[in-house]
């Protein structure tokens, strides 16, 4: 009975260690109607090499805003899948993305998870969304 909890309690910690986030500043926050936004997502491997977990983002289209889930065996911490939904964003808002950064962290090894055995990536894109005239 100890050992299902313990595993319950680990899957739980799993779940919720790939994350992602969507942040924007209100309008108007910046000058000329600006807004900054920042997405970031992170995953981990396996020895580098399999997919375990990461954060993952989809559009809903229904609800026309950005869902944050999390994807096993999967890793969709690139910035190539952040900028496509920072795209998605920005049409959303009638807005033109400017000012792109993107950071790429490939954190290797983790000394201190399951013996040094996964491996985390951790990405991130910021841009500033200029309204169209």
Not at 67 to 91: C, G, P, W
Request: aromatic share 8%.
């Amino acid at each position: 009975m100890k050992i299902m909890k313990l595993l319950m309690v680990l899957c739980g910690a799993l779940a919720l260690a790939g994350c992602a986030t969507v942040e924007m500043s209100s309008a108007g926050a910046m000058k000329g109607g600006d807004r900054l936004l920042v997405i970031q997502n992170d995953g981990y491997e396996l020895l580098g090499i399999l997919p375990l977990w990461s954060g993952n983002l989809t559009w809903n289209e229904k609800l026309q805003c950005v869902d944050r889930e999390v994807a096993f065996f999967r890793n969709h911490s690139d910035t190539q899948h952040l900028y496509e939904m920072a795209k998605r964003i920005a049409e959303h808002e009638n807005c033109d993305l400017v000012d792109v950064t993107f950071v790429d962290n490939y954190l290797g090894l983790n000394p201190q998870s399951f013996y040094g055995a996964l491996v985390n990536s951790d990405t991130a894109i910021s841009a500033v969304l200029r309204p169209r005239k």
